[in-house]
């Protein structure tokens, strides 16, 4: 090989050389740029915040979603709308009753605010709704008001998450589009999620917009078909009620005493009259029950009445164990069970009232 040739094949080494150098700097450049662009820019705009609210569903990370989601503001805000006109419609209640219930809410809006928010992520952590437990002040109806009734308004446990849609930029806050569907009705609906940034530069979603909106949305559709399905079963109940007035005076009738002790007759007709008669009236009214097809939108009063007849059949079954084996433990479980089957049955009387004074509301333009 000549010295030329020698030459030629060093110089387009060196170009090579060259060019690959050049190359990787500019890929060492981009990726520099690009973990700056993420680190610094990405990572505080809402798009960005908006995938991590999506990541925070589907890892049931509740502290990831805190961190884009203000939640004490979100809650606060949608408790307004939740309650703002509870009471406007209904003209049982008197000015000052009206009055004097809507300032209950505003004394009570940090518990059941504060539920809300413990509800919603134990939501996300486990992928479950759950209800207040053990001394927790909201459950059951320490309170005043039936967190369970409350919760269920909120139409957060049957909204589904469909997709994003546009995000809009309005200065200092963002608007993004959120499309559900109420899982009842099966009727969609754009929520209007509102971000702003907070003090480290990330955003958080701190209301939804037309919350109000979607409430008076669904709100009507449920109502129209949970007063179809009481309509559709009014004479089945009507019909039982009488029976078990009938059941209830014999049962204080056989267990009238002078002592207060009942003896070993009385304990076997009590027996018999509950296991012979009560409980299979409540079944039957039950089977009657779900022989009538439930509309969409009252699924939850069908659920309610089904869950009474179940709590209140277990009831009468430890009674009766309490009875044959004069057993406190087995008259204490029922009594617990006879107190959750109450509190089931005045949800489902709220249910009906509501209803009743849904009527009386105007239609929405």
Not at 330 to 356: G, M, V
Request: net charge neutral.
């Amino acid at each position: 090989m000549d010295d030329y040739t020698w030459q030629k094949m060093l110089r387009q080494r060196r170009v090579r050389q060259r060019r690959r150098l050049y190359l990787l700097i500019l890929l060492l450049a981009a990726c520099i740029g690009t973990a700056i662009w993420y680190g610094f820019f990405y990572t505080r705009t809402p798009e960005y915040a908006l995938k991590q609210l999506s990541l925070a569903l589907d890892q049931h990370d509740s502290a990831r979603f805190q961190k884009y989601v203000n939640v004490e503001v979100l809650s606060s805000r949608a408790y307004d709308d939740l309650t703002v006109d509870l009471f406007a419609y209904d003209s049982t209640l008197t000015a000052d009753t009206k009055a004097m219930f809507e300032k209950f809410y505003i004394l009570i809006k940090p518990q059941l605010t504060k539920g809300l928010e413990q509800s919603v992520l134990g939501r996300i952590d486990s992928g479950s709704w759950s209800l207040p437990e053990g001394t927790d002040i909201l459950k059951g109806r320490q309170l005043g008001i039936d967190f369970e009734r409350f919760l269920e308004r909120s139409q957060l446990r049957n909204t589904s998450f469909v997709s994003l849609g546009n995000v809009e930029h309005n200065g200092t806050t963002v608007t993004a589009e959120l499309k559900v569907r109420e899982d009842y009705t099966q009727t969609p609906f754009t929520l209007q999620l509102v971000l702003e940034q907070s003090k480290d530069g990330h955003w958080q979603v701190v209301y939804i917009k037309n919350y109000r909106q979607y409430l008076d949305t669904i709100a009507p559709l449920q109502n129209s078909d949970i007063a179809s399905y009481i309509d559709n079963t009014e004479s089945i109940v009507e019909a039982y009620n009488y029976d078990f007035i009938a059941y209830r005076q014999r049962f204080r009738e056989l267990s009238a005493t002078a002592n207060g002790r009942l003896n070993e007759q009385q304990r076997s007709r009590l027996a018999k009259l509950l296991e012979n008669e009560v409980i299979p009236a409540l079944k039957k009214r039950q089977q009657r029950l779900d022989e009538i097809d439930v509309p969409a939108g009252a699924q939850y009063l069908a659920r309610q009445r089904q869950q009474s007849t179940e709590t209140t059949i277990k009831a009468w079954q430890h009674f009766i164990k309490g009875l044959r084996e004069n057993s406190q433990a087995e008259f204490s479980t029922a009594e617990t069970l006879h107190k959750q089957e109450l509190a089931i049955d005045l949800r489902i009387q709220d249910i009906i009232h509501h209803t009743a004074i849904s009527k009386n509301i105007p239609n929405l333009p």
